[in-house]
């Protein structure tokens, strides 16, 4: 009765083979003497969203369809959950809609009861099926709240890295030094055996596409290792393809470099597309993202000695999802071979803008 542990056996109560295929991600709710369950249905993309409702908790149970695309461009709605506001008013569901590289996006949506069963969105038809929408008055919680949005740029100020900030895989201390006294950001150069291009790298430093059209710009110091060449650090867009700009180490000096990963996922491997040599460790790395007509994510890059004058290099980029996730970008840097000492990047700073 309190939730804590299962008093007897499982068993399905309910099959979405014919009409609901890939039900998922159910919720389970209860009221006025009707036990409810929301759950997806017809996958990621393409899904809408079905709820059941019985008398018996074991059922039989009863379904509709309460939201689906329609003819909005909001494909997939689905996967979410019905809250209310705190004087229990007004009912609300938010679902998230998968925008390939852009990653799943989240979205309120207005709901009502008619007859007994949930109406998300609008329904303009009277069928009982509502369609999202982009723009709706906001849910009365008594206040008036200012908008705020995650963060995302970084003047690495603090002694600890932002919320915004996700590495690869699992972090490990010795990747990097938050040097907050003197506003700075240090990666240290990483080994990782087998690895075949940076899908395969654990020590990527990113964080998920914020909008539609924006431009990251960083200012990074790279100080390789002087034993050894092979080092490269800088700006990625990552996913199952990737691109870099990055600088790199080789043995007539630093050269930066745009190069382009497809399939990453499947052991693919980077191709350069464009480099110039440089004559300073320190550059403004820059990438644009802007999506297209086809709802994708073209990324152009460029750099600058001075943070003024931008000179692009390389080719553009159509930005790809990773496994589950949309592309992200942010900051690596790696070195060749296993050895004990090696260089790092200092990253000033990272700035998401208009």
Known sequence: PDGTQAIGESRIIFDGHI?????????????????????????????WQTVLRSKNI????EWKIVMAQGNTNINGPHQGAWVDTPDGKEDWFFHFQDKEAYGRVVHLQPMKWVDGWPVIGVDKDGDGCGSPVYSYKKPNVGKTYSIETPAESDEFDSLELGLQWQWQANPKPIWYFCDGGNSLLR???YYTENQVNLWDVPN???????????????????????????????????????AVLAMENRADGLILVQNVCRKADKKGKEEENASVKLSDNTLFLRVKVKKDSEKEAICSFSYSVDGKKF?????????????????????FITRPKAVNDGGWVDIDWFRVTK
């Open 204 to 242: 990527l430093l990113l964080q998920k596409f914020p909008t539609e059209d924006f431009t990251v710009t960083t200012k990074v110091s790279f100080a390789p290792s002087s034993k050894y060449t092979g080092e490269r650090a800088g700006l990625v867009v990552m996913g199952a393809d990737y």
């Open 311 to 331: 000179i692009s290099l390389g080719e553009n980029f159509t930005a790809k999802p990773g496994k589950w996730i949309g592309a992200k970008v942010g900051l």
């Open 19 to 47: 009409g609901n295929a890939t039900i998922e991600g159910p919720k389970f709710y209860k009221r006025d003497g009707w036990y409810y369950i929301f759950a997806p249905a017809g996958g990621v993309p393409t899904g």
């Open 187 to 189: 990666l240290y150069s």
């Open 58 to 61: 074991w059922g039989p149970y």
